[in-house]
């Protein structure tokens, strides 16, 4: 790019035809300039070449030119003041040119790009663009409500270790707990108020409610940004339950019978982790718990 | 090698005398290109490291002992050393291959470069033949015999602003000239 700006000027310094002050600013560009330097070697050695001569008259009068820049008995140290320097003088620095450069190619390079590049495009429906109406139809259908799991351990004298999450349900999975431990099941995502019933089936098929308790009506949680605590701890050992357990969080808007629960739970396959209808919503997963 | 210069001039020469350095610069200065030539080979290389050379002669003239030894050993170990660092500035390191020896210096023209310099004109010949008549004008007085341009108008009948072009434009098609580069090669590798 530099050798564009200067080509002239390099013929025209070979030439001869430059200012000393111009051709000495030139020096000082090609001392750190590898392809102008090249093609001033280029015109300089063919002129040589042309006439060998002539490069020792040009030769002398730079010197004497430098020469004279010395004073009068003083020999000064310092060849910068003489137009020469072992080291290559730094070019001048020229801010215009990033300042023009930089958005013209930004400007390019975006026009080439939205020229050329094809729209994206769905290649299939497993690729969704966020914010999108199939993101938005995907969420929509999207099991909102999430169980969380917590437990505690029973310690000794009837105290308890510290809680933890035991898992997040549909996205866990599967959680761990122990007969040995409370069980605090929490939620959260819900869109509208619903009555939250949970119930268990073990590997027998046999369904257990276990919130709400007995003789309780099913605690009604309000849509809120912070998991909801679903009614009391539960204490697992006297349930019964042991090894691998399906567990299941209805949502609904209504309190659900004991018959129109075990409906909604025989019309759900293991599979299915959220199923949904009008006003029936249900979060499933698995709860492994270990003797 | 002989000594060129007189004891009075050397002892000028120590002391600044313009004239003096002067004296010793016409005597020596083919033989320090030559030096410098061996280190560099390009033309603004070799521009810039002749210059550095004889600055510094000039600055060191006075450390020259007519005791110790002539002149020509001294000014060509002040070259040499001179274009050994400007190599190290460069980060290159000098190759030894490089050393001028006595013999390197007196013998200029050997077998080779007379066939060298001979397919030289031969290559400047048919250049020529490719001009206009103008342009062999302004190419035999401009570039190769260096005239000025009043003078060089002054011969063809040109004027001075069309010999001033002419030269430009034949200096560079000459750079482009495919015979002339592989020669230009052959000198800047030698």
């Known amino acids: 790019m530099s050798l564009l700006f200067r080509k002239r000027s390099i013929a025209r310094a070979v030439a001869g035809e430059l200012s000393h002050q111009s051709a000495e600013s030139l020096r000082g560009h090609l001392r750190g300039c590898a392809p102008c330097r090249a093609h001033y070697d280029e015109l300089m050695g063919t002129l040589v070449l042309l006439n060998p001569a002539g490069a020792a008259d040009r030769e002398k009068a730079r010197l004497m030119r430098a020469l004279d820049q010395v004073p009068v008995g003083g020999r000064q140290d310092d060849a910068a003041t003489l137009g020469t320097s072992a080291r290559p003088a730094v070019p001048p620095r020229r801010f215009w040119i990033p300042l023009v450069l930089v958005p013209t190619g930004a400007f390019a390079a975006w026009m080439f790009a939205s020229l050329r590049a094809p729209a994206p495009t769905l290649p299939d429906d497993d690729i969704v663009w966020r914010g999108s109406t199939g993101d938005v139809q995907a969420q929509a259908q999207a099991p909102a409500e999430t169980l969380l799991v917590y437990a505690s351990r029973r310690a000794s004298q009837g105290a308890r270790d510290p809680v933890r999450l035991a898992g997040e349900i549909p996205a866990s999975g599967e959680c761990r707990v122990s007969v040995e431990d409370y069980v605090q099941f929490s939620a959260k995502g819900l869109r509208t108020p619903a009555h939250v019933t949970i119930a268990a089936r073990d590997t027998s098929g046999r369904v257990q409610i276990l919130i709400p308790r007995p003789g309780a009506n099913a605690p009604l949680l309000q849509p809120a940004a912070v998991p909801k605590a679903i009614g009391p701890s539960l204490d697992l050992k006297p349930t019964g339950l042991v090894g691998v357990v399906r567990l299941y969080a209805v949502f609904s808007a209504k309190e659900l019978d004991d018959v129109a629960l075990q409906a909604a739970i025989a019309a759900t396959t293991v599979v299915d982790a959220g199923a949904r209808n009008s006003s029936v919503h249900m979060t499933t997963g698995t709860l492994l718990i270990t003797p | ?190």
């Open chain 2, 1 to 190: 090698m002989q000594e060129s210069v007189d004891l009075d001039t050397t002892s000028r020469f120590r002391l600044g005398d313009r004239e003096a350095f002067l004296v010793v610069y016409a005597a020596y200065a083919p033989t320090l290109r030559m030096v410098v030539s061996r280190y560099f080979p390009r033309p603004f290389d070799r521009e810039e490291a002749v210059q550095e050379v004889w600055l510094l002669i000039h600055r060191m003239a006075a450390s020259f002992d007519p005791d110790r030894g002539t002149l020509s050993p001294w000014l060509r170990t002040v070259a040499t050393n001179r274009c050994k660092e400007l190599l190290r500035a460069r980060g290159r390191r000098p190759d030894p291959r490089k050393e001028v020896s006595e013999s390197d210096i007196v013998t200029s023209t050997t077998p080779e470069s007379v066939a060298r310099d001979g397919r030289v004109q031969e290559a400047i010949a048919r250049f020529s033949k490719g001009l206009s008549a103008d342009e062999a004008q302004v190419f035999q007085h401009s570039l190769l015999e260096e005239r000025t341009h009043d003078e060089v108008a002054a011969v063809t009948g040109l004027g001075a602003r069309r010999c001033k072009y002419l030269r430009m434009k034949l200096l560079l098609r000459a750079a482009a000239d495919p015979a002339l580069r592989q020669a230009l090669g052959e000198v800047t590798e030698s």
